[in-house]
Structure formats: structure tokens, C-alpha cells
């Protein structure tokens, strides 16, 4: 399945965070969300074949990276308070409407 | 621009109810419509995934039916049962540029199913 660290990750404003997600194996498109409390995710971006393919309405300090063997990371850099929210990825076989399936998601608190 | 809305936000009913959680979108322009299920703090387990050419997909007790031209899906679950509490999300892959790669969500409904 598609795995995410760290679970959970306490920073402060005006820090930078790296996540990471291990996509499921044979995969090559992976699709990052950001899930504020009570809302449903809002889409950062998706990276396919280490390009990004698609971008969301995130401002610049959210960039990624994906690499070959199947792991990616989210970046977020100027930390903000309300950057704290549930942040998703989900990996997919191709970078077109196929089922997403999602990691258990990291848990970013920004003090 | 592509909306989803998920009504009711919240839903609690007793063990053993048939129930019905809806939800709307604004384009009929979709390559698919899905349905998730999220625990408390937890990521999301999909639950069905209806084609636009599809109008409806059957999984155990959950039925799901999509009517495109309308915008409107419903999520049937039938004889609910306390382990059916959880937060209900819909999202469609919407067709365009502008929307590559990107599930479009509504906002969930919060299901309460007490013994």
C-alpha cells in the first residue's frame, strides 16, 4: 500500500517541512492533498514519471519531487499557521482518471 | 468551475437503518465520480468508483448510483451498522487541462450509526 512519514509533525511559523510518500509498488503517478480540519482535500499537485503533471491553487513554497523508486516528497517551505491540516498523497498507475489510493496522511501543526 | 457539494454535513441515525448521503456537482464534464470513507484522523479507503458512463456500482451494502445530466450521486448503505460511522467524501475526476490529475471533493458527511 501507499505509506507516509511522519504520521504526525509539530513546527513553527516561518520553517520549512519536508513529507514523504512511498507509493504502491508498480505506480508511477503520485497526487498530494492538503486536508484542513473539517474540510474535504484540496489538491496541491501530481507528479507523474518525476514531472509534475497538474498543479492546484498552492502558491510556490509548496513544490515536490518524485523519484524512481516509487517514493516522493512534499515541500513546504515560509511556514504558515494555516498550513496546519492533514496533508494526503495517493499514488495511481497513470497520470489520467484512475482510482487514487491514499497513504494514512501526516498530521503538520503549525505553532 | 467544478464544485461538489456532500448534504447533509453530519448524520446520526440507530443500528440498522437504510440510508442515503448525496452529493452534487456543478459539471457534468467528469471522466468519474468516487466515493471514500474516512476515520478520525485517518487517510482515505475508497469505497466505489462509477465510471460517467456508468449509473451505478454495488459493493456489499453500499450502493452508489450516479445521474450525470443532474449532477447528483447518492451513496445507498443498507442495514447500517455501528462500524458504518465515519466521515462519507465524494470527489469526480474532473475532464479538462486545467483540472489534470486532480479529484475535485465535497466536504463529507459525518455518519453517526448508534447501537
Known amino acids: 500500500g501507499v505509506t507516509q512519514s511522519p504520521t504526525h509533525l509539530i513546527k513553527t511559523r516561518g520553517q520549512q517541512v519536508t513529507l514523504r510518500c512511498s507509493s504502491q509498488s508498480g505506480h508511477n503517478t503520485v497526487s498530494w492533498y492538503q486536508q484542513a480540519l473539517g474540510q474535504g482535500p484540496q489538491f496541491i499537485f501530481q507528479?507523474?514519471?518525476?514531472?509534475?503533471?497538474g498543479r492546484g491553487n498552492f502558491p510556490p513554497r509548496f513544490s515536490g519531487l518524485q523519484f524512481p523508486n516509487d517514493s516522493s516528497e512534499l515541500n513546504v517551505n515560509a511556514l504558515e499557521l494555516d498550513d496546519s491540516a492533514l496533508y494526503l498523497c495517493?499514488?495511481?498507475?497513470?497520470?489520467?482518471?484512475?482510482?487514487?489510493?491514499f497513504g494514512p496522511g501526516t498530521r503538520l501543526t503549525v505553532l | 468551475k467544478q464544485e461538489v457539494t456532500q448534504i447533509p454535513a453530519a448524520l446520526s441515525v440507530p443500528e440498522g437503518e437504510n440510508l442515503v448521503l448525496n452529493c452534487s456537482f456543478t459539471?457534468?464534464?467528469?471522466?468519474?465520480l468516487q466515493w471514500f470513507r474516512q476515520d478520525p484522523g485517518k487517510g482515505l479507503t475508497s469505497l466505489l468508483l462509477i465510471q460517467s458512463s456508468q449509473r451505478e456500482q454495488t459493493s456489499g451494502r453500499l450502493n452508489a448510483s450516479l445521474d450525470k445530466s443532474s449532477g447528483r450521486s447518492t451513496l445507498y448503505i443498507a442495514a447500517s451498522q455501528p462500524g458504518d460511522s465515519a466521515t462519507y467524501l465524494c470527489a469526480v475526476y474532473a475532464i479538462g487541462s486545467s483540472n489534470t490529475g486532480k479529484l475535485i471533493f465535497g466536504q463529507g458527511t459525518t455518519l453517526q450509526v448508534k447501537p
Open positions: 507528479y507523474y514519471r518525476e514531472e509534475e503533471n
Open positions: 459539471d457534468s464534464a467528469i471522466y468519474n
Open positions: 495517493a499514488s495511481s498507475i497513470a497520470g489520467g482518471p484512475d482510482t487514487q489510493y
